[in-house]
């Protein structure tokens, strides 16, 4: 039997990643009681190993094997490795199952406070109205139930705490934010950047990252050290861990349950209302209760759907918030499968082994299906490049002796792109419980149903062709161009099984976040996102939580919850 809590709070929020950690932040300055409940272990700044050298590590980051044999999943991401694996979900305690014609790899899959922000990538940009409302604009899905108006105002607030370095760029379908100053292009970049503008009108622009380059709220700014990915001592990078659930945590208002595995959402026998949340302790596998007046999911899209269809009920049989039968359906990511490099003239840039080391590079807007210009005849939407230059000493250099020395000195010097790409929302691409397999702790398991259609496959065709157009207009040498099909996915950036919308029959959640059947219960991770825009997800998963949360407590004061 669980033991129960006497402990009663305002709000319970599941998770402390990127929307959780925001969740925290809001309700408890604001001085409501919270519960935040982490499957992970407690992070610090003890655990970052930002400037250690590999030499120092026991198998000198050299063995993935020895990761592979607990995390097969995780390692195929690079961010997951020697130095920082025992942040990621050990895949064999906690697998997740899928066709075996639709593979589909889930990384990224983080136990540790701060979630997927200890080890992301950081570009940050705004979602426009050309995105929210896509489908007035080429008909294809739902648009969002909301606005750029109603976002924008909460897209500022959370740029201005975060720290995002970018340029301004005046590009109604990319809005601008409220930016620190950029991180200067590389002159190669710089080269690239205008060769691409004058040749073929398309905008190249310093990345827009977290990454902090004038000092906030006692962060430094970035000192150009390099992986991020392994933390950061100096804080010059949004993780959630050390802002908004440090902020949440020094108020007195919120309370960190760290190793809280949730298995569902409790309801109230009597009413339609959620009531508490039932979790299993991951040290000593024992299942405990608490309880509040609201409880909020921010657990990462598939894992929050996950809880929802656990907690199903004699009246909510087929899971919770899921009258409409929409829950776990329209699973998008992004493709970003296509791409490509090319060599650059050195312009005197000089490889050095452990010098400073640039966290991000450039980024190139969405081209394609923009306003007063015609569709683009292959597909729908569009996509964004990432990308970034290079030098390299060049160690393929033939030879021996003084002659390898010197040819070793000779820059390679190169820029490479990755288009990052929309997937559209379609009803076979969703996730479900899997009767027959459980995790460690005795939690059913997701399966996976997720593939490529015909729009994604010409969209990653032209990821590739257009690199190659772009680095041939800029000069580059030796062009390498690819297009791969994206199966097994890694994007990281699922989105849109609980989605929202206007309508209860064809939507889960309404545009504030809060489940259309159980008023106390809301979901504020990018399971609500009606379309996944090619732009990263995580600056408006930010914005569109703070809403929800100024939302859910307004609704708290006029006792409508
Ligand atoms: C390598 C990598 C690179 C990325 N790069 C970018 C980028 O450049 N730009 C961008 O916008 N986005 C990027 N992302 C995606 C970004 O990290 C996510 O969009 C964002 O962190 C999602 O926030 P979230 O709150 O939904 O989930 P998370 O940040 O993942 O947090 C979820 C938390 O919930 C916890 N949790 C899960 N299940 C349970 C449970 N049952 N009970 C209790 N707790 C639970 C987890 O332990 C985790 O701490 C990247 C992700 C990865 C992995
Ligand atoms: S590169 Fe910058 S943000 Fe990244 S770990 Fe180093 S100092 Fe921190």
């Given amino acids: 039997m669980p033991q129960q809590k006497n402990h009663s709070y305002d709000v319970i ?54 990761v592979r044999k607990t995390r097969p999943i995780q390692v195929k991401f690079g961010v997951c490795n020697e130095y920082t694996f025992n942040w990621f979900v050990n895949d064999l305690e906690e697998p997740y199952t899928t066709p075996a014609d639709k593979p589909f790899d889930w990384m ?53 705490y975060v720290g995002i370095t970018g340029s301004a760029e005046g590009l109604e379908h990319l809005p601008d934010g409220q930016f620190q100053p950029p991180v200067p292009l590389t002159c190669q970049e710089t080269f690239f950047r205008n060769r691409v503008k004058e040749k073929l009108g398309r905008t190249v622009m310093p990345a827009r990252s977290a990454n902090l380059t004038k000092p906030i709220n006692g962060r430094g700014p970035c000192h150009f050290c390099g992986p991020c990915e392994r933390g950061c001592m100096t804080h010059s990078y949004f993780n959630s861990a050390f802002t908004t659930v440090a902020d949440a945590l020094n108020t ?51 894992e929050s759907v996950r809880i929802l269809l656990n907690s199903a009920t004699p009246q909510h049989s087929n899971g919770l918030a899921n009258s409409s039968g929409v829950l776990g359906h329209y699973l998008t990511a992004h493709v970003r499968s296509g791409g490509g490099s090319g060599e650059f003239p050195a312009f005197g840039a000089r490889p050095s082994l452990g010098g400073p080391s640039k966290p991000l590079g450039i980024y190139i807007a969405r081209f394609r299906n923009l306003q007063n210009a015609p569709p683009y005849k292959k597909f729908l939407r569009g996509f964004g490049y990432e990308g970034e230059s ?84 800029a000069g580059a040498k030796n062009i390498r161009t690819y297009a791969h099909p994206s199966a097994p996915r890694w994007a990281l950036h699922e989105a849109g099984i609980a ?21 106390n219960l809301f979901v504020m991770d990018a399971s609500g996102f009606t379309s996944n825009p090619c732009q990263n997800p995580t600056l408006t998963i930010m914005a569109l939580c703070v809403r929800s949360c100024d939302y859910l407590m307004s609704e708290l004061k006029r006792n409508a919850i």
């Fill in 108 to 160: 990224g899959r983080l136990r540790v406070t701060g979630g997927r922000t200890n080890v992301w990538g950081r570009v940050s940009l705004r979602f426009s109205d050309w995105d929210f409302k896509a489908a007035s604009f080429d008909g294809h899905g739902e648009n969002w139930p909301l606005g750029y108006k109603d976002i924008e105002p909460y897209y500022d607030l959370v740029e201005k």
């Fill in 390 to 473: 290079s030098a390299e000493f060049n160690w393929k250099a033939p030879g021996f002796g003084e002659a390898y020395k010197k040819a070793l000195l000779e820059p390679r010097t190169s820029i490479g792109i990755t288009g990052f790409g929309e997937v559209l929302p379609r009803w076979d691409n969703f996730v479900e419980l899997d009767p027959s397999v459980k995790d460690i702790y005795g939690i059913p398991v997701l399966k996976i149903h997720m593939s490529d259609g015909e729009n994604e496959r010409a969209m990653i065709q032209d990821m590739s062709d257009s690199a190659g157009e772009m680095l041939e207009a």
């Fill in 499 to 519: 989605r929202m919308g206007a309508d209860p029959n064809k939507s889960v959640l309404n545009q504030f976040q809060q489940t259309h059947d159980i008023k």
């Fill in 13 to 66: 929020v599941v998770g402390s990643g990127a929307s959780g950690g925001w969740a925290c932040k809001r309700l408890a300055e604001a001085g409501l009681k919270v519960a935040l409940l982490e499957a992970g272990r407690l992070q610090s700044d003890r655990n970052f190993t930002e400037h250690k050298p590999a030499f120092e590590l026991k198998y000198r980051n050299r063995a993935p094997e020895i």
């Fill in 252 to 302: 007195g208002n919120c309370t960190l349950l760290s190793n809280a595995m949730v298995h569902k959402v409790l309801m109230d026998p009597d009413r339609n209302r959620a009531r508490g949340i039932l979790y299993i302790d991951r040290n000593t596998h024992h299942a405990r209760e608490i309880y509040a007046r609201t409880v909020i999911l921010c657990a990462q899209t598939q």
